[in-house]
């Protein structure tokens, strides 16, 4: 009995340890899930500290989308009025004082046709002179080929002070206005002029060279400042046509030096003097034209901030009371070159957004000296001459090709604004290239075939014929274009100084086609055209890859061309619509409403 309680005894002992161990590990159990519920609500309450961010994030969200709705239908409504305002832009027409103040600046570009072609008639009358200038000072005969340099002289230094006018063109648009550097280059365009008349009266053919140079930089001058000022006064619709007439009044002064310069009327050894003299009546008559033109009403506007003086010249220019479309288009160039405004030289040549369109205008430049135009007025009389024709009569039909270039100039004004400057200047290239290759081909059957007189026959209708179609097609296209494009594809703050540039080149190109021709003439014989129909196969190669179309656009739209880097892709697609693209104009009234933070109204 004793045994079997005390077994009793023990299994009661033995529960009572495993109860006791159960609730250790029951106790345990319920500490862990407390640390357990404990880190579930830390992680609940950082879950709702995470909503709440995600919902703020979200109203966040939300409200730049009211944002970007908001700045996506003021965007449209920017670009509907961006439209509607190049329209009415497209509708303006030529009035009557546009019309006065036109051909009041372009006499400086007749002054510069002038000048260039009146030495070429009285060069025998000239070299007689000289010949006794200097046997009156020496007392001996002068050697052919001294005469000859110092006839060079007389020819080359136009161009060296052509160069001088032409890189100063861009200060002096600055510094007293487009209209205010005009009328003050006419003082150099007289002193010129009355040096040139009085050579033969002083008895000193120095006062020539120096009277040549003064009327240089005369002509340099003015092709810078002509250009820029006609394509800042012209509406957009009307700005190729009218950039045209610069080359019109170059012809035209062309012309007239070529009539005034033939024996019968000026070409005289008493004559050629006043032939030189004569250069003196387009300054005297800018001078008095030109004071009733107002400045230019961008340079008024953007550069010097005068907005009511701008409005009245574009009133007087417009024949309207309603300018607010020309002041909206030059706020919105102004808004789109602020960070280039008073841009050096150096800077502009720096800038990667700048450098494309400085190229163009550079390659434009040299597209029209080296096309082989001088050459061709080298060649014309002895061409005539081979046709049949008498020297007097030859020398006639020279003066008939300044005549076409004129007429084709003026066909080509309304063709500027319809077909483009792009397609205008790649037809005259091509035209020129196909043409330069006749002559050629003329100049090598004249050799290899000169003892059959019917091949003869043949070859002087062809050397006719292609140097007639060489003449137009330059008229078409690389006569004008050249010096209007450079102005259209810069805005504002940049356009001086890259008219500087530009016009250097050209005066520069000038200046090395006058002196290496005869050179290149005498190594290259029968070929010589060949140099010329190489530049002009590379120049419309470059005008087809690079070179974009102007045509109704607006300067700022041609600067955001530039700065998306599509220029290139405007070029190969370089046809456009009378509207044109509004687009980039949009971004840079986006780019304002950004900076600004509040958004312009838009009627």
């Given amino acids: 009995m004793n045994l079997s309680a005390k077994l009793d005894e ?9 109860t006791t161990v159960a609730l250790c590990e029951i106790r345990t159990q319920l500490q862990e899930l407390t640390k357990s519920v404990e880190s579930c609500q830390s992680e609940v309450s950082e879950v ?10 979200l109203d966040t969200v939300q409200q730049v989308k009211e944002e970007i709705e908001e700045l996506r239908e003021y965007v449209d409504r920017l670009e509907e009025h961006t439209h509607r305002r190049k329209l009415r832009l497209l509708e303006q027409g030529l009035t009557f004082f546009l019309t006065y103040s036109i051909f009041s600046a372009v006499l400086g570009m007749l002054q510069f046709g002038y000048n260039t072609g009146v030495i070429n008639a009285p060069e025998k009358n000239i070299e007689n002179f000289m010949k006794d200038v200097y046997k009156d000072r020496y007392g001996e005969d002068i050697s052919e080929e001294f005469i000859q340099q110092l006839y060079s ?7 060296i002070g052509g160069m001088l006018g032409g890189f100063s063109g861009g200060w002096m648009a600055n510094r007293f206005g487009r209209k205010g550097g005009l009328l003050l280059n006419n003082v150099l365009g007289i002193s010129g002029a009355c040096l040139m008349g009085f050579t033969k009266v002083s008895h000193s053919y120095e006062m020539l060279f ?26 957009l619709n009307l700005r190729g046509g009218l950039g045209t007439v610069n080359q019109l009044a170059v012809t035209v002064g062309l012309l007239l030096s070529q009539v005034l310069g033939i024996e019968q009327i000026l070409g005289t050894n008493e004559g050629w003097p006043i032939l030189l003299g004569l250069a003196i009546c387009p300054a005297i008559l800018q001078l008095i034209l030109l004071p009733v033109c107002p400045e230019s009403p961008r340079y008024l506007l953007i550069t010097k901030q005068w907005e009511e003086e701008a409005r009245k010249a574009l009133r007087r220019l417009r024949a309207s009371g309603s300018v607010d479309e020309d002041i909206e288009e030059m706020r919105a160039e102004e808004r789109a070159q602020q960070s280039e405004s008073h841009i050096s030289t150096m800077e502009l040549i720096c800038s990667p957004t700048l450098r494309p369109p400085l190229i163009i205008g550079i390659v434009m430049q040299l597209s029209q000296q080296f096309s082989g135009i001088n050459a061709v007025f080298y060649y014309s009389t002895s061409l005539f001459m081979s046709s049949g024709l008498t020297e007097e009569s030859a020398k006639f039909a020279t003066i008939g090709i300044g005549a076409i270039m004129v007429v084709m100039t003026l066909v080509s004004i309304p063709l500027m604004d319809r077909t483009g400057r792009r397609t205008l200047h790649l037809y005259g290239l091509g035209g020129m290239f196909i043409f330069s290759i006749f002559i050629t081909i003329s100049f090598l059957i004249k050799e290899f075939f000169g003892y059959v007189q019917e091949m003869i026959d043949w070859m002087s209708y062809l050397s006719v014929v292609a140097t007639l179609g060489f003449v137009v097609f330059f008229a078409v296209g690389p006569g004008s274009i050249p010096w209007m494009i450079t102005a259209e594809l810069f805005s504002q703050g940049p356009r001086p100084s890259a008219m500087a540039i530009a016009v250097l080149v050209n005066w520069m190109a000038n200046f090395v086609v006058g002196i290496g021709f005869p050179s290149m003439k005498t190594a290259l014989e029968n070929y010589t055209f060949l140099p010329f129909s190489v530049f002009l196969a590379i120049f419309w190669i470059f005008t087809y890859k690079k070179v974009p179309e102007t045509k109704n656009k607006t300067f700022e739209e041609i600067l955001a061309l530039f700065r998306h880097n599509n220029g290139s892709e405007d070029g190969d697609n370089g046809n456009d619509n009378n509207t044109g693209n509004s687009t980039s104009t949009a971004d840079i009234e986006i780019s304002q409403y950004d900076s600004n933070a509040t958004r312009p109204k838009v009627q």
């Fill in 210 to 235: 120096l009277g040549r140079f003064i009327i240089g930089v005369n002509c340099g001058l003015n092709t810078s400042l002509v250009p820029m000022y006609i394509s800042e006064i012209a509406p």
């Fill in 10 to 18: 023990l299994q009661r002992g033995d529960r009572h340890l495993e």
């Fill in 153 to 159: 002289v007389a020819v080359s230094i136009f161009a």
């Fill in 48 to 57: 709702k500290r995470d909503m709440v961010a995600i919902k703020h994030e």
